[in-house]
């Protein structure tokens, strides 16, 4: 899979529709403004909401939002909730309920960002389709332990506590660290599970890990 999405960001390079920025750590790309605003044109499915601005586009069905529920919040619910079945890729800036998250049953990214909340809600352990969840810009530090049921989820990134079994998300490729508990898990032995992991990864508390002997015959 990765194979294949690289040849297509190569055919996109060459054909000037991407270019490489450095605006960020690392390598990452963007679309040239014209490009950029021919895709916005075209787009049948997505819709950006901020504080001041509707920038909208009449589909049916939106599969990309982006929404800010700091403000206006009743109205924006109203919306997300009519095409929580439809949506595929959620970016929010605000808090989610529990109720609300529990209906993005066709979600596949959640990138969250929130100021108050400091407790992911339960229901995100129903969100089966999830591939990528990001809550490092989140004021998040409570993670439900069924977080771990999300068995497809491919990328996690966190800044806080691990939530227990990590292990069980097997799927799981990008991890940028592992913090390392006493009680059963979060103990290193976790890591043994996710055989897909590619990348850097940090290991915390390593002192704490627990060695065993075996006597081999």
Known sequence: MEEIGM???????????????????????????????????????????????????????????????????????????????SLHTLLVDGDLSDDMLMKLKNLYVLFLSTETSQELPVSIGKLIHLRYVNLEESSISILPDSLCKLYNLQTLTLKFQMPLEMGRLTCLQTLEFFNVGREKGRRIGELGSLKNLKGNLEIRNLELATTTTTKMC
């Open 7 to 85: 040849n297509h960001l190569r055919i996109l390079l060459q054909s000037s529709l991407f270019e490489e920025t450095r605006n960020y750590p690392g390598t990452c790309y963007k679309m040239h403004d014209l490009v950029h605003d021919l895709a916005e044109s075209m787009s049948k499915s997505t819709k950006v909401i901020d504080q001041d601005t509707y920038i909208v586009d009449n589909g049916d069905q939106i599969r990309y939002l982006a929404i800010d529920l700091s403000s206006g919040r009743e109205d924006r619910e109203k919306l997300l909730e009519s095409q929580s079945m």
